[in-house]
């Protein structure tokens, strides 16, 4: 069986030597040696370019002759929920969707990220009863990493 340690190393390897802002999401190995490997880039989106560099370190440095497997190498995708803290902060500035471990949903800017907790900018339009005209209300959550089931980009075109 390809172990998901060894994966994970030449990914990082590979990651390393690049030095462009790529960051590893996700290694997953099905038990007929599936090995799907999800990378992101800090800057931006992740280029054909270096998934093929991390898929080729990947694939040259594991035996098919030993244990034949199945390689794909991909960015995770807009609607996928973010996995790593480097997701978190590559989106600060962004509309996300949070979940909470309570079933509650909050929408809002993601105005801060650390590794304990993150902040949340909701802005709501109510009506003041007093001058009957609409007013925007800023809401600052502070939620921490443990409270949180789901965070997802907000995509708008």
Do not use: W
Not at 37 to 53: H, Q, T, Y
Not at 107 to 135: D, M, P, Y
Request: aromatic share 4%; net charge negative.
């Amino acid at each position: 069986m390809i172990l998901k340690k060894e994966v994970v190393k030449l990914a990082e390897e590979r990651i390393k030597e690049l030095d462009n802002g790529n960051y590893l999401v996700d290694v997953t190995i099905s038990a007929k040696n599936s090995i799907r490997v999800k990378i992101d880039n800090l800057n931006g989106g992740v280029s054909v370019k270096d998934c093929v560099s991390v898929s080729r370190n990947i694939e040259h440095n594991l035996d098919r002759e030993q244990e034949d497997f199945e390689l794909q190498v991909s960015s995770p995708g807009l609607d996928q929920p973010f996995m790593v803290m480097q997701q978190y902060v590559k989106n600060i500035g962004e509309q996300v969707s949070v979940t909470t471990q309570s079933n509650e949903t909050l929408i809002g800017e993601l105005v801060k990220a650390s590794k304990k907790e993150i902040s949340l900018r909701e802005l709501k339009v109510e009506k003041n009863n007093t001058t009957k005209k609409k007013e925007q209300i800023e809401n600052i959550h502070h939620l921490l990493m443990d409270e949180i089931r789901e965070t997802k980009l907000i995509i708008s075109f």
